[in-house]
């Protein structure tokens, strides 16, 4: 099937190349022309674990392009996905205009039947919108879907090429069936419903992840209190398959390009029909004060973070990825530094945004060398690599002796045994 893909970020560059793999014919656009240059001489824009070989082996069989061109992609495809950022507008909701734009281009350059499908996270009610906008340009047939995605950075290829669903929010039989076939090859349970139940699932899957994991950081910090082992307690309850294992890791607190800007769109969204969401809001404050109870606590063992020098490993919001928007590393790093410290940080891949924040604190090239002098090590990430870090090198390199795991990664006994004060999240 020929496929255009708007928008060449995490999303629409993995999903396209994906698409490209299970054979059909993918063009994808970017208003970024810089972007799309480099992808065109094979160089990643982000990093993701198996992209680049993917994107270079589809590219060479000339299954996928790139271009800045609407006119290039959409007039010959069946399929085409918007994944384009709908990133926090100040009020919460969702900024739509990224999407808006996309769906007016589109109808532009539409000549023929077409599916489009809102791949990106978007509110209830936007297939209606995108509907309208194409309709103003366009006067032939057309249909648009809701098509959540579901992957996560850092396992974005296994995650689209082994999804364990497909949603399909669609108004016609006609869009369905395009729709069935794009992903025939893709062997997973298919949920077709109606494009708002579509739109509705994929904010309530992350309003619930995000509870969920602010649901364990809350017995955590009880469990620091009563002296009872946040990892065995989860251990415990997780095996109840009603509760399930995962996201019971506590920590930081969630953060990323997805949970926080998708949980503040699905309460302004519930706002404008009346109604308030106090689950939600409670996992919101209590994300709050688990990156609040970290720096707290660091602040405590200290005496105080001003004049003091911070090693900070990790930046990203989560490991195997190089995105740091909206990060719970990155606001430590901006707490440290108002607090007065300095801070020495240490990640192997995070891109960091901010250029003036870049110029308030060092980079280094590893662990080592980001904790030399510090009084204390902050793990702030889950790299796999701090997991196995030379700790008599470290203590050797460190002034101070204090550890915040904030990430659960090492032993605590093993960090004791080396000489070091080990605080963790929730454990003893
Ligand atoms: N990142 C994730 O893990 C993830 C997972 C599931 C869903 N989503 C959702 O997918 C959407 C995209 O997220 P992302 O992380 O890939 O965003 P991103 O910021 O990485 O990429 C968006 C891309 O769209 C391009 N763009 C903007 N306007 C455009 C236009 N009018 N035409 C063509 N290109 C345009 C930008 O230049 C950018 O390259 C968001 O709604 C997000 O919530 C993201």
């Known amino acids: ?122 509110p209830v009610g936007t297939s209606e919108q995108v509907t309208e906008i194409i309709r103003k340009n366009f006067s032939g047939e057309f249909d648009v879907i809701s098509n959540p995605e579901i992957l996560r950075e850092g396992h974005a290829v296994s995650d689209f090429l082994k999804p364990t669903r497909i949603i399909i929010g669609s108004p016609s039989p006609r869009a369905s069936e395009v729709a069935q076939r794009l992903y025939a090859f893709l062997d997973c349970p298919k949920f077709v419903m109606s494009p708002r139940s579509a739109e509705l699932t994929k904010y309530a899957a992350n309003a619930f992840l995000a509870t969920k994991i602010s649901f364990i950081n809350e017995i955590a910090h009880l469990a620091e209190e009563l002296g009872a082992d946040i990892e065995e307690v989860a251990a415990g309850i997780g095996s109840d398959p009603r509760i399930g294992k995962d996201f019971l890791r506590a920590g930081l607190g969630w953060g990323g390009s997805c949970f926080p800007k998708d949980v503040r769109a699905i309460r302004h969204k519930a706002g404008t029909v009346g109604r308030e969401m106090p689950i939600v809001n409670a996992a919101l404050e209590m994300n709050a004060r688990a990156k609040d109870r970290v720096v707290e606590r660091i602040e405590k063992a200290v005496d105080g973070l001003s004049g003091k020098r911070v090693a900070l490993l990790g930046l990203a919001f989560k490991n195997n990825t190089d995105d740091t928007r909206e990060s719970a590393a990155i606001e430590l790093l901006r707490r440290f530094l108002a607090a007065g410290a300095t801070v020495g940080a240490y990640d192997p891949e995070a891109h960091v945004y901010d250029t003036e924040l870049e110029t308030k604190f060092e980079r280094h090239e590893n662990a080592l060398d980001a904790a030399r002098d510090s009084d204390v090590l902050v793990i702030a990430t889950e790299w796999d690599e701090f997991r196995s870090m030379d700790l008599s090198a470290l203590k050797l390199a460190m002034k101070g002796n204090l550890i915040m795991d904030a990430r659960n990664l090492l032993k605590p006994d093993e960090a004791r045994k080396h000489g070091f004060t080990y605080l963790s999240v929730g454990r003893p």
């Open 1 to 122: 099937m020929n496929v255009a893909v708007i928008g060449t970020g995490y999303v629409g560059l993995v999903s396209g190349a994906c698409l490209a793999e299970l054979g059909h014919h993918v063009s994808c656009v970017d208003v970024d022309p810089a972007k799309i240059e480099k992808l065109r001489q094979g160089v990643m824009p982000i990093f993701e674990p198996g992209l680049e070989e993917l994107v270079k082996r589809n590219v060479a069989n000339g299954r996928l392009k790139f271009t800045t061109e609407y006119s290039e992609a959409v007039p010959d495809a069946e399929f085409i996905s918007i994944a384009v950022g709908t990133p926090s507008a100040e009020d919460g909701s969702a900024d739509m205009q990224y999407v808006f734009s996309a769906a007016e281009m589109i109808g532009k350059q539409l000549k023929r039947y077409a599916v489009i499908a809102d791949k990106s996270t978007v």
